[in-house]
């Protein structure tokens, strides 16, 4: 790109940002006060709050319901766990891509951690997948709503600043790990097809990991001015309903529209 147009697409890049952020306040996705009240505690308690409904449309939806008392078909948990592989290959590369953009040290390397965990999450899941189909999970078609969480991740850890990056790839740690106490605690063992896949929802050693991660936002986004806090709390919505997004996915078996 010329050098001459950079400060316009600079320019065109935020008031992008800024009309995402605009739109979510306008739904009520996105207190209009938030600021004024935002900063007088951490960013994570904020953010958490303002996201509890799409959590609660995770926990509520009946794939997860599906998923804890075994009632789930078992065609929709394979097409989870084959979008799933996918997300955790693209995810994995954000991490790492993030990680090298942090400027403290022990950020990055928790970043470069995790990353290193979720490809061990993503041979799991493989293993997992193997146990239910006999395809090949690397050539099942990425479905839409997948394609659209993994270039969202990609393009925030590539080109948005690094607070709003962090928050885009927050929701991961925290969605999931909403949705794992809900279905540790009204889980049926017994009979379930998924017992093993659900054992570790709920599991502490992830509680204390997704309050690391949230203490990185809140971290993050200490010196913020208040526009800046606003976009990265956008970005953390984004990601969140993108979390509910890839749930309804799966229960609807979703594919790409015919061409006609």
Same mark, same amino acid.
């Given at each position: 790109?010329?050098?001459?147009?950079?400060?316009?697409?600079?320019?065109?890049?935020?008031? @992008?940002?800024?009309?995402? *952020?605009?739109?979510?306040? =306008? !739904?009520?996705?996105?207190?209009?006060? #938030?600021? +004024?009240?935002?900063?007088?505690?951490?960013?994570?308690?904020?953010?958490?709050?303002?996201?509890?409904?799409?959590?609660?449309?995770?926990?509520?939806?009946?794939?997860?319901?599906?998923?804890?008392?075994?009632?789930?078909?078992?065609?929709?948990?394979?097409?989870?766990?084959?979008?799933?592989?996918?997300?955790?290959?693209?995810?994995?590369?954000?991490?790492?891509?993030?990680?090298?953009?942090?400027?403290?040290?022990?950020?990055?390397? @928790?970043?470069?951690?995790? *990353?290193?965990?979720?490809? =061990? !999450?993503?041979?799991?899941?493989?293993? #997992?997948? +193997?146990?239910?189909?006999?395809?090949?999970?690397?050539?099942?078609?990425?479905?839409?709503?997948?394609?659209?969480?993994?270039?969202?991740?990609?393009?925030?850890?590539?080109?948005?600043?690094?607070?709003?990056?962090?928050?885009?790839?927050?929701?991961?740690?925290?969605?999931?790990?909403?949705?794992?106490?809900?279905?540790?605690?009204?889980?049926?063992?017994?009979?379930?097809?998924?017992?093993?896949?659900?054992?570790?929802?709920?599991?502490?050693?992830?509680?204390?990991?997704?309050?690391?991660?949230?203490?990185?936002?809140?971290?993050?986004?200490?010196?913020?001015?208040?526009?800046?806090?606003?976009?990265?709390?956008?970005?953390?919505?984004?990601s969140n309903r993108l979390e509910w997004m890839f749930w309804d996915a799966a229960w609807r078996l979703e594919t790409w529209p015919a061409v006609r």
């Amino acid at each position: 790109m010329s050098s001459k147009w950079m400060p316009l697409a600079s320019n065109m890049i935020s008031r @992008r940002r800024l009309l995402g *952020a605009a739109t979510l306040m =306008a !739904t009520g996705s996105l207190a209009p006060n #938030v600021h +004024a009240y935002g900063l007088m505690r951490p960013w994570a308690e904020e953010a958490a709050g303002l996201a509890a409904p799409l959590a609660a449309a995770c926990v509520n939806h009946p794939f997860v319901k599906g998923l804890a008392d075994g009632s789930l078909s078992e065609e929709r948990f394979v097409y989870y766990i084959g979008q799933n592989i996918h997300y955790l290959m693209a995810y994995q590369k954000s991490l790492r891509a993030l990680s090298r953009r942090m400027e403290d040290p022990n950020h990055r390397k @928790r970043f470069e951690d995790w *990353a290193d965990e979720t490809a =061990a !999450t993503e041979q799991y899941t493989r293993d #997992v997948y +193997a146990s239910f189909s006999p395809r090949i999970p690397d050539i099942l078609i990425v479905a839409p709503t997948t394609q659209l969480y993994m270039g969202w991740e990609a393009q925030a850890t590539a080109f948005l600043p690094v607070h709003e990056a962090v928050a885009a790839m927050l929701p991961c740690f925290w969605s999931y790990g909403e949705v794992g106490r809900f279905v540790a605690k009204t889980k049926k063992t017994q009979g379930n097809r998924y017992a093993d896949w659900i054992a570790g929802y709920g599991d502490p050693a992830y509680e204390k990991t997704v309050a690391e991660a949230m203490g990185i936002g809140s971290d993050v986004a200490r010196d913020l001015t208040p526009s800046e806090r606003f976009a990265m709390t956008a970005a953390f919505l984004r990601s969140n309903r993108l979390e509910w997004m890839f749930w309804d996915a799966a229960w609807r078996l979703e594919t790409w529209p015919a061409v006609r």
